[in-house]
C-alpha cells in the first residue's frame, strides 16, 4: 500500500505543489524510505524520515488531515486559476479529468491516518521500543470532508476558487507590498466594526461605497481626511474582518511603493476577488513620483480601469501636495505663465478622490461616549463614574482627547484591574 501510494503522488498532474513544502517533502521521503529494501542504513533512513515528518507538522500544530486540506484549497494550478474565469462547461475536459484523478489520490493520502503511518514504521524497522504517533485532532470542515469520493466535488471546488481565490490569495487576506512583490500578513489587526465608535456616518459611507465593490458595482476611491487619532485606519482594517468572506482583500502599500501601482492594477485586475489598495498617511512633496503614479490610478490613462480595485487613503492633511508661500505667484521673466494653474493642481489633487470623509477631532463629549462603549465591550467592572473619572485625567496627562486616547485608556485599565486581581 504505502509502495503504491508512493508511486501515485509521483503521478499527480496539477497538485504537485502540494507536497512542495517542508511536511509534504518530509512525507515523501517517509514513503520513500517504506519502499526501500531492509537494511539498516534504510531503517535508520526511515526513522529519521519518520520523525522530520512529526517534527514538520508539529513545528505547524495541524493534524495531517487538516494540513492535506489546507494544502488543496490554497493551490496555485492550472484549473485553480482557470476556474476563476470561465464556467466548468469553458474548461478543456481532459483538465476536468486531471482534477479528478488527482483528487483520487489526494483522498487516499488524506486517508492514510498516522497511527498507520506509525504501524508501518514501527512493523519495518522492527525496533523495540514504541514510536510516537502524530495524533493532534482535526478541526477543519469543508465539503471535501464530507463528501465520500472526491473525484465528485470539482464543481465545489470550482465554486470555491472562485470566491476564495487560490495560492496566496486563498492563504490570505492581507497583504503588503514591498520589493515589488505581495507579501502575505499572517495576523491583520482583529479590530471590528462594532468596536469603532462615533463617526458613524463616515463609517456608513465607506461601508456602503465596500459593498459597492463586492457587489460589482461602480464605487469610488475614499480619502479619509481628520485629525490623528480618529480611527481612519483602524476604520478601513475593519472592513477586512466583516467582508473577507465575501472575497474582500486588503493590500497596504506604502508611500514609497506607490510608483508600483500600475504593476500591482495589473495583477489584480482578472482576479474575482475585490481589493481595497490601502495608503495610510498619505502626503506628498513637489515633483513626487509616488503623486504621479497616484494621479493616474485616481484619473484613469489608456488602460481601462480595474473595476475589483479601489483606494482608501488615510490623512492628516486636507491638501495633500505641501504647499509653500514660495509656490504662489510672483510674476518674473522665468516663472511659468500659468503658475496658478500649477497650484490649483496641487490643491485640488484630494479631489480626484470619488468620496472625501472628513474625521474632525474629539470634543469631552465624543471622547466619553467612545470610553462608555469600549468599557461595555470589554466588560470593564467598574461603575461609570469611576470610568468617567479616569478617563478625564487619562485625556489630560496623555494624548488628549481622541478615539485612539480612548482605546489606549481602555487596554491600560484592564491591564491594571488584571494585575490588581492576581
Not at 226 to 248: C, D, F, I, P
Request: net charge negative.
Amino acid at each position: 500500500m504505502n509502495q503504491s501510494l508512493y508511486y501515485q503522488i509521483y503521478s499527480l498532474i496539477l497538485y504537485q505543489s502540494v507536497f512542495t513544502n517542508e511536511v509534504g517533502e518530509a512525507f515523501l521521503n517517509l514513503l520513500q524510505a517504506l519502499a526501500q529494501e531492509q537494511q539498516t542504513s534504510t531503517k535508520i533512513a526511515l526513522l529519521k524520515a519518520y520523525g522530520s515528518w512529526v517534527k514538520s507538522l508539529a513545528a505547524r500544530n495541524i493534524s495531517w488531515q487538516d494540513f492535506m486540506i489546507e494544502q488543496i484549497l490554497w493551490d496555485d494550478n492550472p484549473f485553480s486559476r482557470q476556474v476563476q474565469k470561465k464556467s466548468l462547461e469553458e474548461l478543456p475536459h481532459s483538465l476536468i479529468d486531471a482534477v479528478k484523478y488527482d483528487l483520487t489520490i489526494l483522498q487516499s493520502v488524506y486517508h492514510c491516518q498516522p497511527e498507520k503511518i506509525t504501524e508501518w514504521v514501527q512493523k519495518y524497522t522492527q525496533v523495540d521500543f514504541a514510536l510516537i504517533p502524530w495524533t493532534f485532532p482535526s478541526i477543519k470542515t469543508s465539503f471535501l470532508t464530507s463528501q465520500v469520493n472526491w473525484a465528485d466535488t470539482v464543481e465545489d471546488l470550482a465554486n470555491y476558487y472562485r470566491k476564495q481565490g487560490s495560492g496566496i490569495f486563498a492563504q490570505y487576506k492581507a497583504f503588503r507590498w514591498q520589493n515589488g512583490n505581495l507579501a502575505g500578513i499572517a495576523n491583520p489587526d482583529p479590530i471590528k466594526l462594532q468596536e469603532i465608535v462615533a463617526y458613524e456616518s463616515q463609517k456608513e459611507s465607506l461601508v456602503k461605497n465596500t459593498e459597492f465593490l463586492l457587489a460589482g458595482y461602480p464605487a469610488l476611491h475614499v480619502l479619509l481626511y481628520g485629525s490623528r487619532g480618529t480611527g481612519k485606519s483602524s476604520l478601513v482594517k475593519a472592513l477586512l474582518q466583516q467582508y473577507h468572506e465575501q472575497g474582500l482583500r486588503l493590500i497596504e502599500v506604502g508611500k514609497s511603493e506607490l510608483k508600483d501601482l500600475g504593476i500591482i492594477l495589473e495583477e489584480l485586475r482578472d482576479l474575482p476577488q475585490k481589493f481595497i489598495i490601502f495608503v495610510d498617511d498619505l502626503s506628498f512633496e513637489e515633483d513626487d513620483e509616488a503623486f504621479k503614479a497616484l494621479k493616474v490610478v485616481l484619473e484613469g490613462s489608456l488602460t481601462a480601469k480595474a473595476r475589483n480595485v479601489v483606494v482608501y487613503a488615510t490623512s492628516n492633511r486636507r491638501h495633500l501636495i505641501r504647499e509653500f508661500f514660495g509656490d504662489r505667484p510672483r510674476p518674473s521673466e522665468g516663472d511659468e505663465v500659468h503658475a496658478w494653474d500649477t497650484v490649483q493642481e496641487k490643491l485640488s489633487f484630494s479631489d480626484r478622490f470619488g468620496l472625501t470623509l472628513t474625521f474632525e477631532a474629539a470634543n469631552q463629549d465624543t471622547y466619553l461616549e467612545i470610553v462608555r462603549v469600549l468599557a461595555q465591550q470589554a466588560n470593564i467592572p467598574l461603575s461609570w463614574e469611576e470610568i468617567e473619572q479616569k478617563a478625564k485625567q487619562w485625556a489630560i496627562r496623555h494624548n488628549g482627547r481622541s478615539g485612539r486616547t480612548a482605546r489606549q485608556f481602555i487596554d491600560f485599565l484592564l491591564g491594571e484591574l488584571k494585575r490588581a486581581a492576581g
